[in-house]
């Protein structure tokens, strides 16, 4: 083997109900995982790494961002306001001085930071309502530069409406024959509500025809009678897109009417369509003309996951004319939605971090994601016991896998301390 990860515990635990794992890893794929692994493979192995009970989990996995605006915090300006309007007013005065070079470059280094997190799958919406597609030439060119460590994923995404913006679905078209991978879609930046649906019908029909997976931002509004993805999930149904269509934001629905929302989950999971949130966002740009009480503006995350659709947490965006923070932490991510949304259970929370791995896997299609024999070998070993205690420390990934490499590593948390009569040193870990 090439490398051998040993005492590892893994987030759903071992089928067998062993309480630590050893995990065989060869030719860029997990070929054991087992109770014990025979020390005499370490001879052989090119690295072995002592989890030491601590949690190996796959990947964490980001389901929603926009690669194409990260790291541009500050240009032209900063977003005064704070709202999701300035903020694409901001990024439609930045694209006539769009340049390729400073687009690769910093989706590079925001992909370096990706990496040292344990994040090694992104779908990331790259506007295509520029005529030049300067932007989508841009992340093609970083998808390929990233391919031998970390799955990118594009989104041809009309940023101002593929209706409203001329010659936008000309653009999607054009965008998707260079190799851009999945449909987008924004029907409530639509001129109207009609329009709106208009355009999920189109996009989803052009996606049926070429057979692509759809993922639109959906109600991103505080608006209750924002609906299109209940047009969204009727024309999954309608034309046989189950399992391939998600409906990203849909922050309408914190607000809609309880009778409404009964009606619409079952019509979201009857047409297989899955949900992203992305709390970070959602909780900042959301209710910004409320006074109090203040809406959270998240979708219903805990009802859909109930009902049986698929959930992923998103970051969205970081240091870009939306959001002025963020690292590329998906444990962050899943540590605000957990918050937001209330679910701070022992089997909600380990339902978020599912929000950050498997789930957001299964809406990408990512083939070969997890941590058992024939699985492609990406994993992170992560300075916490168990997922619950991983959220909360936003713990360090002590070291990251992929494609059977270690590419990075990190120390764990400690403080070192001077206080008479106690410890030399505190992990923030509970010990009892």
């Given at each position: ?112 930071w990706a990496v040292a997190r344990g994040l090694l ?193 998103g970051h969205d965006c970081v240091m870009d004319p ?111």
């Amino acid at each position: 083997m090439d490398l051998i990860v040993r005492r590892a515990v893994l987030a759903h635990g071992h089928p067998a109900g062993h309480a630590t794992v050893d995990i065989g890893i060869e030719s860029g794929r997990i070929v054991a995982v087992e109770p014990h692994i025979d020390t005499q493979a370490d001879a052989q192995a090119r690295e072995v790494i002592d989890a030491g009970g601590m949690l190996v989990s796959a990947p964490f996995v980001d389901a929603h961002f926009h690669m194409d605006a990260t790291l541009s915090y500050g240009l032209p300006r900063v977003n005064a306001s704070g709202t999701l309007l300035e903020g694409i007013a901001l990024w439609g005065e930045l694209k006539p001085h769009l340049t390729q070079e400073a687009l690769v470059e910093r989706a590079l280094q925001y992909c370096d930071w990706a990496v040292a997190r344990g994040l090694l799958a992104i779908r990331s919406h790259v506007d295509v309502c520029d005529e030049r597609l300067l932007a989508v030439e841009a992340l093609l060119e970083v998808k390929r530069r990233v391919a031998p460590y970390l799955d990118l994923q594009l989104v041809a995404f009309p940023q101002d409406g593929v209706l409203r913006s001329p010659g936008a679905f000309d653009n999607l078209k054009r965008a998707i024959a260079m190799g851009v991978d999945v449909v987008g879609g924004i029907p409530h930046f639509e001129r109207t509500m009609a329009d709106g649906a208009e355009s999920v019908r189109l996009l989803c029909e052009f996606a049926a025809e070429k057979g692509l997976r759809v993922d639109m931002h959906c109600d991103e509004s505080d608006d209750p009678l924002s609906r299109h993805i209940e047009t969204l999930a009727a024309q999954t149904h309608r034309l046989g897109l189950h399992g391939r269509v998600t409906g990203s934001h849909l922050t309408s629905m914190h607000s809609m009417d309880n009778y409404y929302v009964s009606k619409l989950i079952p019509l979201i999971r009857e047409s297989g369509v899955s949900a992203i949130a992305n709390p970070l966002i959602n909780i900042t740009l959301q209710g910004r003309a409320d006074t109090y009480p203040k809406r959270r503006g998240m979708t219903r995350v805990p009802e859909l996951m109930a009902a049986g659709v698929t959930v992923a947490f998103g970051h969205d965006c970081v240091m870009d004319p939306w959001y002025s923070f963020g690292s590329g932490d998906m444990l962050e991510v899943a540590h605000m939605g957990l918050h937001v949304a209330q679910m701070t259970g022992v089997d909600a929370t380990r339902a978020c971090f599912d929000a950050v791995t498997v789930n957001p896997a299964q809406i990408l299609g990512l083939e070969g994601y997890g941590i058992a024999p024939g699985c492609a070998a990406n994993l992170v070993v992560l300075d916490a016991r168990d997922p619950i205690e991983a959220i909360r420390l936003r713990a360090a990934r002590l070291a990251v896998v992929s494609r059977g490499r270690v590419v990075s590593r990190q120390p764990p948390q400690r403080a070192s301390l001077t206080l008479d009569g106690r410890p030399g040193s505190v992990d923030f870990k509970l010990h009892r």
